[in-house]
């Protein structure tokens, strides 16, 4: 393996079943808005903003797939597609109180966000101290 495969990985050798399957929901309507404040009540929402154009926000993607571990039910993980959705992302921002950025990241616990962060950071936040 070169240099440059020790850095980003080596795809040859790695099986697709080994990968980390992430359960994502797509964020696709504005009332899953409040679906999400009111499950956040009973176990962590996540609710992850992806631009399809960026490839910072699909490294990011990919980053945060990859070291994806937790099991399906620890955590609802919504995906939002924001050129698909701009005015969902738009009321996420709203009614969460958190400035629009793309990647980002939104943990919504209780019905307010206790976590959030954008671009690589986003791979800094541990989940697992959200559950």
Known sequence: MGILGG????K???????RPKVPWIPLASLEQLNEI???SKVKPQVI????T???ISRMVLNMF?????LEPNQMDLYFLDLHAHREISNKVAEKFQ?????????????G????????GAISEINLEQYI
């Open 7 to 10: 850095l980003f990985g080596n």
């Open 12 to 18: 040859e050798g790695r099986n697709k079943e080994e």
């Open 37 to 39: 404040e009111k499950n």
């Open 48 to 51: 992850f903003k992806h631009s």
């Open 53 to 55: 154009t960026c490839g």
């Open 65 to 69: 797939t990859s070291s994806y571990g």
């Open 98 to 110: 958190v400035l629009h950025q793309s990647p980002q990241l939104l943990i919504v616990k209780n």
């Open 112 to 119: 307010v966000v206790v976590a959030h962060d954008s671009h």
